[in-house]
C-alpha cells in the first residue's frame, strides 16, 4: 500500500533558523507530493507540491525536492520565523485517483 | 479562500445520538472528502465523492455514512455516536485531476461525544 512517514516532532527552533522535515514514501506506482500546513484552529493549506522526479516546489520561502531515489520529499526553509509555527503534513496522491495519503504531521515551534 | 463552509464548528453529543455534519462548497468541484483528525494518526480519509450520488468509502469508514444529493453538499452522519468518534472532521474539495489535483480544506468541526 501508499504511505507517508515524517519526522516526529515537536521540531524547536530559535527565529532566523534552517528548518528541515524530512518525509519519505512509499508507493505502489508513481505519486505526486505535497506539502500542507495547518496553522492552530484552522483547516490546512497548500504549502507546494512537485508532480514528477526531481521538480522543486516552492512558496513563501519553503521548498522541497522530489527524489525518486531516495523516495524523500524534505521540506527546507532557510531562515523561519515565529509565524511559521504550525504543524505539516507531507501527502501524496497516486496517479488516476484523487485520495491524498497524508503523514501524521510535525509540529514547527519557533521562538523569538 | 475555497468556498468551503462547515456546519457546526463544535459540538458535544451523548453516546448512541445520532450526528450530522454539513460541508457546503460554491467552487462547484466534483470531488468532496471527509477526513478525521486525532493526535498521533494524521489525518484520516473517511469517506469521498466523485459525483452526486456517487461516493466510496476511505480508510476509516466504519460507523459512518455520507450523502451527496447535490453538488455543493456532502453530509456526513454518524448513526449513533461512540466516544471513539471524539475528533475534528475536515471537509475537503477537489476538481478531481488525478496525480496533479489540490485539495481544499474547510475550518474543521470539533466534535466531542460523551
Known amino acids: 500500500g501508499n504511505s507517508v512517514t515524517q519526522m516526529e516532532g515537536p521540531v524547536t527552533l530559535s527565529e532566523e533558523a534552517f528548518l528541515t522535515i524530512n518525509c519519505t514514501y512509499t508507493?505502489?506506482?508513481?505519486?505526486?507530493l505535497f506539502w500542507y500546513v495547518q496553522y492552530p484552529g484552522e483547516g490546512l493549506q497548500l504549502l507546494l507540491k512537485a508532480t514528477k522526479a526531481d521538480d522543486k516546489g516552492s512558496n513563501k520561502g519553503f521548498e522541497a525536492t522530489y527524489r525518486k531515489e531516495t523516495t524523500s520529499f524534505h521540506l527546507e526553509k532557510g531562515s523561519v520565523q515565529v509565524s511559521d509555527s504550525a504543524v505539516y503534513f507531507c501527502?501524496?496522491?497516486?496517479?488516476?485517483?484523487?485520495?491524498?495519503?497524508f503523514g501524521k504531521g510535525t509540529m514547527l515551534l519557533v521562538s523569538p | 479562500d475555497a468556498g468551503i463552509t462547515q456546519s457546526p464548528r463544535h459540538k458535544v453529543t451523548e453516546t448512541g445520538t445520532p450526528v450530522t455534519l454539513r460541508c457546503h462548497q460554491t467552487e462547484n468541484h466534483r470531488y468532496m472528502y471527509w477526513y478525521r483528525q486525532d493526535p498521533g494518526h494524521g489525518l484520516r480519509l473517511i469517506h469521498y465523492?466523485?459525483?452526486?450520488?456517487?461516493?466510496d468509502k476511505g480508510e476509516v469508514s466504519d460507523g459512518y455514512s455520507v450523502s451527496r444529493s447535490k453538488t455543493e453538499d456532502f453530509l456526513l452522519t454518524l448513526e449513533s455516536a461512540t466516544s471513539s468518534q471524539t475528533s475534528v472532521y475536515f471537509c475537503?474539495?477537489?476538481?478531481?485531476?488525478?496525480?496533479?489535483?489540490?485539495?481544499?480544506f474547510g475550518p474543521g468541526t470539533r466534535l466531542t461525544v460523551l
Open positions: 465523492s466523485y459525483g452526486v450520488k456517487d461516493t
Open positions: 475537503a474539495i477537489s476538481e478531481g485531476r488525478g496525480h496533479t489535483d489540490t485539495q481544499y
Open positions: 508507493a505502489t506506482g508513481y505519486p505526486s
Open positions: 501527502a501524496l496522491i497516486i496517479g488516476g485517483y484523487s485520495t491524498l495519503t
